[in-house]
T-cell receptor
Framework: DTEVTQTPKHLVMGMTNKKSLKCEQHMGHRAMYWYKQKAKKPPELMFVYSYEKLSINESVPSRFSPECPNSSLLNLHLHALQPEDSALYLC?????????????FGQGTRLTVV | DQQVKQNSPSLSVQEGRISILNCDYTNSMFDYFLWYKKYPAEGPTFLISISSIKDKNEDGRFTVFLNKSAKHLSLHIVPSQPGDSAVYFCAASPNAGNMLTFGGGTRLMVKP
């Protein structure tokens, strides 16, 4: 099983809403990531969790709040987003945070902020 | 400052011929390189990778070549098939971790 599952697939939210994106993997991977991809751009790293601890925050605004409840789950809590935050949000996992190993990506959540 | 660059935004090849996708990088800390295939509104799918201690890695129809001195890598697909039509991203990670820096992508179109 090399699957990373993200829910929901699509999300439309207003600027005053609070919503959460969810990501799950059962490969026993100990590092999980959030990436953001704007239209016609490459994915860009937002956060890295290693052994359920936040290890990297790429200067992401506080309206994005990650959470790793256990080694299989990764959430991204959204609050007071702006229309420019509309993008495809991708979750990924790797076997470990260091040492060369490929990342497996979920299908992504297409977020639209209105 | 783009640390990973794919200078060809698109590439069109005939079915059965070779597709060659190129990627350049600037950061000497990168030591692991990956190619991903992506369809619209889907997550990237891992294709093949290469460590900086190698200069070639092959997996079926896919071969990746790495030229460390030139900071250049390429993906060869032989023979190309219509199902290979997608956007291909080159990505790199440093020896300090597995977070990826992606190139801008190359849209490959394989014509029947």
């Amino acid at each position: 099983d090399t699957e990373v599952t993200q829910t929901p697939k699509h999300l439309v939210m207003g600027m005053t809403n609070k919503k959460s994106l969810k990501c799950e993997q059962h490969m026993g991977h100990r590092a999980m990531y959030w990436y953001k991809q704007k239209a016609k751009k490459p994915p860009e790293l937002m956060f890295v969790y290693s052994y359920e601890k936040l290890s990297i925050n790429e200067s992401v605004p506080s309206r994005f709040s990650p959470e790793c409840p256990n080694s299989s789950l990764l959430n991204l809590h959204l609050h007071a987003l702006q229309p420019e935050d509309s993008a495809l949000y991708l979750c990924a996992s790797t076997e470990r945070a260091q040492g060369n190993t490929e990342a497996f990506f979920g299908q992504g959540t297409r977020l639209t902020v209105v | 400052d783009q640390q990973v660059k794919q200078n060809s935004p698109s590439l069109s090849v005939q079915e059965g011929r070779i597709s060659i996708l190129n990627c350049d990088y600037t950061n000497s800390m990168f030591d692991y390189f990956l190619w991903y295939k992506k369809y619209p509104a889907e997550g990237p799918t891992f294709l093949i990778s290469i460590s900086s201690i190698k200069d070639k890695n092959e997996d079926g129809r896919f071969t990746v070549f790495l030229n460390k001195s030139a900071k250049h890598l390429s993906l060869h697909i032989v023979p190309s098939q219509p199902g290979d039509s997608a956007v291909y991203f080159c990505a790199a990670s440093p020896n300090a971790g597995n977070m990826l820096t992606f190139g801008g992508g190359t849209r490959l179109m394989v014509k029947p």
